[in-house]
């Protein structure tokens, strides 16, 4: 083939038409032309997230990967106050992360990577500590696993806690309702779902939450929401000087969801993933988490005994198809199929074809090196035997 098939979380296979607009015509970032741009990109990522009252939101573009943007919401909008991670994965870990960098009073739930929240113990810890921050990845991309928006956010609102959401791998295949969360502020990024390149993420967010982000004193330069929203709201551009192609891009990447459908996009990556599904599950492979608990983004598969993640990634490159391996503690024990970006029902076709081939390549060479497969050949005491018989049976 002439291209990689990008089976990951990110960066996916993008659009014909996202190739001609990161191309377009050079511009200043302090000229008109760049303020229409970003203005135009903010009312299609409104629409993207379905919000209804649309004049109570706002978000700001950051070049820089949804790391940049997770560290601009953790970095920006605790201050004083106290922040509790929610955390069940590597993404999770990375909140907490950055968290103790910039906030002093960091606490912390963590449950193993893959496994559920106990919502009831989530609770019970709002109610005996004085919260006012809590936040939480949607989809953790290490184990594939949705985590519950709704109700996280309801118990932090009724706890007068603000809520604050990684929807870096998420945003663009799963609903993210931020008014019946109560959400008030989410990152995500471009790469992933929205299917646009990598290099820009952005925070979307309550008016009233970024007007009380100035209370706060500013922890970063580059990172601080407060000048975003600052330079948004009375110029309609960026504080530092942006990769202007990449928004061009993201522009496009929301233009297709938009003309496509929302709904319909979404409806387009499950039924991807559950045609994955079917198909690996005829291949007798496993998957890591409950179905119920997965995202329609990507699949995590155990690897069958006999087979090292490593040569089934390797081969399965060599036919021009690229897959995640497992991190942390699923090192070694699973790979990761995504069903995002560009991608046909030939391409997910071909996939399984292909992955069929090189299982049965990698398990058959496994035998072979257990048992080696040899012609069978007869002992020396039954060669006389048997032509001595043959010889007596001639005319």
Same mark, same amino acid.
């Given at each position: 083939?002439?291209?990689?098939?990008?089976?990951?979380?990110?960066?996916?296979?993008?659009?014909?038409?996202?190739?001609?607009?990161?191309?377009?015509?050079?511009?200043?970032?302090?000229?008109?032309?760049?303020?229409?741009?970003?203005?135009?990109?903010?009312?299609?990522?409104?629409?993207?997230?379905?919000?209804?009252?649309?004049?109570?939101?706002?978000?700001?573009?950051?070049?820089?990967?949804?790391?940049?943007?997770?560290?601009?919401?953790?970095?920006?909008?605790?201050?004083?106050?106290?922040?509790?991670?929610?955390?069940?994965?590597?993404?999770?870990?990375?909140?907490?992360?950055?968290?103790?960098?910039?906030?002093?009073?960091?606490?912390?739930?963590?449950?193993?990577?893959?496994?559920?929240?106990?919502?009831?113990?989530?609770?019970?810890?709002?109610?005996?500590?004085?919260?006012? *921050? *809590?936040?939480?990845?949607?989809?953790?991309?290490?184990?594939?696993?949705?985590?519950?928006?709704?109700?996280?956010?309801?118990?932090?609102?009724?706890?007068?806690?603000?809520?604050?959401?990684?929807?870096?791998?998420?945003?663009?295949?799963?609903? *993210?309702?931020?008014?019946?969360?109560?959400?008030?502020?989410?990152?995500?990024?471009?790469?992933?779902?929205?299917?646009?390149?990598?290099?820009?993420?952005?925070?979307?967010?309550?008016?009233?939450?970024? %007007?009380?982000?100035?209370?706060?004193?500013?922890?970063?330069?580059?990172?601080?929401?407060?000048?975003?929203?600052?330079?948004?709201?009375?110029?309609?551009?960026?504080?530092?000087? &942006?990769?202007? &192609?990449?928004?061009?891009?993201?522009?496009?990447?929301?233009?297709?969801?938009?003309?496509?459908?929302?709904?319909?996009?979404?409806?387009?990556?499950?039924?991807?993933?559950?045609?994955? %599904?079917?198909?690996?599950?005829?291949?007798?492979?496993?998957?890591?988490?409950?179905?119920?608990?997965?995202?329609?983004?990507?699949?995590?598969?155990? *690897?069958?005994?006999?087979?090292?993640?490593?040569?089934?990634?390797? %081969?399965?490159?060599?036919?021009?198809?690229?897959?995640?391996?497992?991190?942390?503690?699923?090192?070694?024990?699973?790979?990761?199929?995504?069903?995002?970006?560009?991608?046909?029902?030939?391409?997910?076709?071909?996939?399984?074809?292909?992955?069929?081939?090189?299982?049965?390549?990698?398990?058959?060479?496994?035998?072979?090196?257990?048992?080696?497969?040899?012609?069978?050949?007869?002992?020396?005491?039954?060669?006389?035997?048997?032509?001595?018989?043959?010889?007596?049976?001639?005319?």
């Amino acid at each position: 083939m002439d291209k990689y098939l990008l089976f990951t979380p990110g960066p996916v296979n993008v659009a014909e038409n996202l190739r001609v607009a990161i191309s377009k015509e050079d511009i200043c970032h302090r000229e008109a032309d760049f303020d229409a741009l970003l203005a135009s990109i903010e009312q299609k990522l409104l629409s993207l997230f379905q919000i209804r009252r649309r004049g109570r939101y706002r978000a700001v573009v950051i070049t820089g990967s949804g790391t940049a943007a997770n560290e601009a919401m953790l970095s920006s909008v605790v201050g004083k106050g106290r922040i509790l991670i929610l955390s069940n994965g590597e993404f999770g870990e990375r909140l907490h992360k950055t968290s103790l960098i910039h906030n002093d009073r960091t606490h912390l739930i963590e449950v193993p990577w893959g496994e559920p929240f106990n919502l009831l113990e989530v609770e019970a810890y709002l109610m005996r500590h004085k919260i006012d *921050v *809590v936040a939480m990845v949607h989809h953790e991309t290490c184990s594939g696993m949705l985590n519950p928006l709704a109700q996280v956010g309801a118990m932090a609102k009724a706890q007068g806690a603000i809520f604050v959401v990684d929807g870096v791998s998420s945003v663009g295949a799963e609903m *993210v309702d931020l008014e019946a969360c109560n959400i008030a502020f989410c990152s995500s990024s471009s790469s992933k779902a929205i299917g646009s390149y990598p290099g820009l993420s952005f925070v979307i967010g309550r008016k009233k939450q970024f %007007r009380k982000l100035k209370a706060h004193k500013a922890n970063t330069t580059y990172l601080n929401l407060a000048t975003f929203y600052d330079f948004l709201k009375a110029r309609s551009q960026t504080p530092n000087t &942006p990769a202007v &192609p990449l928004f061009f891009a993201l522009e496009q990447a929301l233009t297709n969801i938009l003309r496509e459908g929302v709904s319909k996009r979404f409806a387009t990556i499950r039924a991807r993933a559950e045609q994955l %599904r079917w198909g690996m599950r005829k291949l007798n492979l496993e998957f890591l988490i409950d179905e119920q608990d997965m995202c329609s983004v990507l699949t995590t598969v155990i *690897v069958p005994p006999s087979v090292k993640v490593g040569d089934l990634r390797d %081969r399965l490159r060599e036919k021009s198809i690229i897959i995640y391996e497992g991190k942390g503690c699923f090192q070694g024990k699973v790979f990761q199929v995504g069903n995002i970006g560009e991608m046909s029902k030939f391409d997910i076709k071909f996939f399984l074809q292909t992955l069929r081939e090189v299982l049965v390549t990698l398990q058959t060479e496994a035998a072979d090196l257990v048992v080696p497969i040899r012609p069978a050949e007869p002992s020396p005491a039954l060669i006389t035997p048997l032509c001595g018989a043959l010889a007596s049976t001639a005319p």
